[in-house]
């Protein structure tokens, strides 16, 4: 009997996690916000999950979610210091084929986020859809919010979720406080619409565009008034250039005199010979001090 109590103290002990990972029971979810955006900037459902799991919940852990087999799923992620990164997960294969699933591995205590498109069901102008929450885990507190095109007629849900019409978009929500495991929510929705333009699309073209620059613009020079510009600019170059002239003018003139005197005193200033008996003058003579010939 000892001897069984000592391997059960050693299987304890070498498999800690395990034995934790029972006492802490399945993993549940703390919140989970469903958000459905019709149209949104496709044609089609654009859904969007945004779940926590509880305080008791042991982290790390997997969480598999359920989801319909025509999804496309586009993200998985998780908010880490404000920004959204890229969680782990790998998808899973359901034989019945009605659904698929994926297997997320929760690295944090944080919200995770999920992204995918679902098509529309269309007859005419009318649009329908059909959502639904298959109870894979305990939710404390469910949310779901609906998003429509401004521009809907006749939009109806089931059950019914008051919509309310704004610029852009009819919205509209349902809050439950829990859902058991296992507990199922479905939410149908029909609407009418002539558009097949999405809400992005919309938004963004009631922005008022940038003034064009073209021919009308202040300071832009065209064919119409190049030659205005032209003549004004080739006005400016003649009064320039007449400017400069007179510039050069009026230094040349302020340059000639001394320049005169300057030649007019090396003149003067050079020593000569008497033409007649040779004898070198000096600056300033003007006949020889020799033989009194004049000097040329």
């Not at 498999?15 to 990972?21: C, H, N, R």
């Not at 329908?128 to 809907?152: H, I, M």
């Not at 005199?257 to 050079?270: D, G, H, M, N």
Request: with cysteine; proline share 6%; aromatic share 10%.
């Amino acid at each position: 009997m000892r001897k069984w109590l000592i391997l059960l103290a050693l299987v304890i002990l070498l498999f800690p996690s395990s034995v934790q990972a029972q006492e802490s029971g399945a993993v549940k979810l703390d919140t989970l916000n469903v958000m459905l955006w019709s149209e949104y900037d496709q044609p089609s459902m654009l859904v969007i999950y945004k779940f926590t799991v509880t305080e008791d919940t042991t982290v790390p852990a997997n969480v598999t979610l359920r989801f319909p087999a025509d999804a496309n799923i586009t993200a998985v992620a998780y908010e880490s210091g404000g920004e959204l990164l890229l969680a782990q997960y790998q998808p899973l294969t359901i034989e019945n084929g009605q659904w698929q699933a994926i297997q997320i591995f929760l690295t944090e205590r944080t919200t995770y986020h999920i992204e995918y498109y679902q098509p529309l069901k269309r007859s005419g102008e009318t649009r329908s859809f059909t959502y639904q929450w298959t109870g894979d885990y305990a939710v404390n507190e469910f949310n779901v919010d609906v998003q429509l095109p401004a521009d809907s007629k006749g939009a109806k849900t089931e059950p019914v979720i008051p919509l309310m019409q704004s610029a852009s978009s009819f919205t509209g929500g349902a809050r439950l406080n829990a859902l058991a495991e296992g507990q199922t929510y479905q939410l149908q929705l029909e609407y009418a619409r002539s558009s097949e333009t999405p809400v992005a699309t919309a938004v963004s073209s009631q922005v008022e565009p940038l003034t064009p620059v073209d021919e009308n613009a202040d300071g832009r020079a065209t064919l119409k008034n190049l030659p205005l510009v032209l003549g004004g600019f080739g006005m400016a170059l003649i009064v320039a250039a007449l400017v400069y002239f007179f510039r050069g003018q009026s230094a040349s003139a302020r340059s000639a005199k001394p320049r005169k005197r300057l030649q007019k005193q090396e003149e003067t200033s050079v020593p000569g010979y008497c033409p007649e008996c040779g004898t070198r003058s000096q600056p300033g003579d003007r006949f020889c001090r020799v033989c009194g010939s004049k000097l040329r």
